[in-house]
């Protein structure tokens, strides 16, 4: 399965969400409260990335995805913490690597994602092991409104960013027009 549309990152969403409860009743008892959050955050998010991918690029993506998962899960020792750099690793890949875009757009759109997502998250979020699905739920929702903006640009190779394209025709019709 590949999350590049909104429904398919909608779907990926419901399910983070419902293998959460399962996961973190099995494995808390067994390794602990935060380890239990700590790897299935980092796997969620591994798994997000992945199936953003395609072709080649789905290996090294999660690769880099799972290093970056485990670092942050043994440097940062909140779940806040955590979840903000797996958020922000997200977004860094997604824009950076797997759909790279003009620096200005990216940065832009993953901001307005990414606080978005954890401000919706921070909202359904409480003590209970279902609010904490449902701030999954919600923020992995949040992130496929990223093939809603026209983030996933596969068109041909050598062609431009359909923004890019557009911004250097209106610069081409200025210089014709001026005097």
């Given amino acids: 399965m590949r999350c590049n ?7 990926f969403a419901a399910v983070s969400a419902v293998a959460w409860l399962p996961w973190a009743l099995v494995m808390s ?22 199936t953003m991918a395609s072709g080649t690029r789905r290996l090294g993506a999660a690769i880099a995805v799972a290093v970056a998962g485990v670092l942050a899960a043994w440097m940062l020792r909140t779940p806040g913490d955590l979840v903000m750099g797996l958020a922000v690793t997200i977004a860094v890949v997604r824009s950076g690597v797997l759909y790279p875009a003009a620096h200005s757009r990216a940065v832009l759109r993953e901001a307005v994602l990414v606080l978005a997502g954890l401000a919706l998250a921070r909202f359904l979020v409480g003590s209970t092991l279902l609010s904490i699905g449902l701030a999954l739920w919600g923020f992995f929702l949040v992130q496929s409104l990223f093939f809603l903006f026209g983030g996933a640009y596969d068109g041909p190779a050598g062609h431009p960013d359909p923004f890019e394209e557009a911004h250097r025709r209106a610069l081409a019709l200025l210089d014709r027009t001026s005097v």
């Fill in 29 to 50: 008892p067994i390794i602990g409260n935060w380890n239990a959050h700590a790897l299935f955050l980092a796997g969620v998010t591994v798994a997000y990335v992945a």
């Fill in 5 to 11: 549309t909104f429904a398919r990152g909608a779907l």
